[in-house]
């Protein structure tokens, strides 16, 4: 069956302008991650959904980033204002259940900001 | 604060040379350990976990971890490589419910 998808697959924005990014999860995933890789930095946890459960936002950081999940399925990650640091690859992950338990990821979404 | 090390950023071996990246964590608690792979222009995988039980984990392709708890260390082996192993290889724990990801072992295997 289809994976995770993401898009944009690149996204190439100025400083100061608000940008989205797009998780489609695996069909009858109920947990849904978002992950930051910065270069050199590694993945960085931002934003986990587990069913209708109140998401984990413990990674976010800073108020600049949200993410909602609609339906429990899609998911939509927010970068308000963005800035030069932000600069990354950020990462969605799916798992059939929570708990952390195995993830599959998508191919990721490269964001540049000049 | 809790972390994850990968001591080792790159390594460089010969087909059919033995493997062993190192991966050490800073928790006192329960743990939950991974290690993922990202071969070149794919996504991330897992290759193996640990939750609970023989602390000697086996996952794919050939490859094995071994829990050490009073090492804090989940060090990831394979007795030969091979060169479709180059791969990008992160550590990963779950620690008091929240998931830290280790920077990364690039893994370049020379046929």
């Known amino acids: 069956g289809a994976g995770v998808s993401q898009s944009p697959s690149n996204k190439v924005t100025e400083k100061g302008k608000d940008v989205e990014l797009r998780c489609d999860p695996i069909s009858g995933h109920t947990a849904l991650y978002w992950y930051r890789q910065s270069l050199g930095q590694g993945l960085e946890f931002l934003i986990y959904?587990?069913?209708?459960?109140?998401?984990?936002k413990s990674g976010l950081p800073s108020d600049r980033f949200s993410a909602e999940r609609t339906g429990g399925s899609v998911s939509t990650l927010t970068i308000q204002r963005t800035q030069q640091e932000d600069s990354a690859v950020y990462l969605c992950a799916s798992s059939l259940d929570g708990g952390w338990n195995t993830q599959y990821f998508g191919p990721g979404t490269r964001l540049t900001v000049l | 604060a809790q972390s994850v090390s990968q001591h080792n950023h790159h390594v460089i071996l010969s087909e059919a040379a033995s493997l062993e990246l190192g991966c050490n964590y800073s928790?006192?608690?329960?743990?939950?350990l991974f290690w993922y792979v990202q071969y070149p222009g794919q996504h991330l995988q897992l290759l193996l976990k640990?939750?609970?039980?023989?602390?000697l984990v086996k996952g794919i392709k050939g490859f094995e971890a071994e829990f050490i708890k009073s090492k804090f260390s989940f060090n990831l082996r394979k007795p030969s490589v091979q060169w479709s192993d180059t791969a990008e290889y992160f550590c990963a724990v779950i620690a008091g419910n929240q998931f830290y990801f280790g920077t990364g072992t690039s893994l370049t295997v020379i046929p």
């Open positions: 959904f587990q069913g209708n459960s109140a998401p984990d």
């Open positions: 640990y939750f609970s039980g023989d602390p």
């Open positions: 928790y006192g608690g329960t743990v939950n």
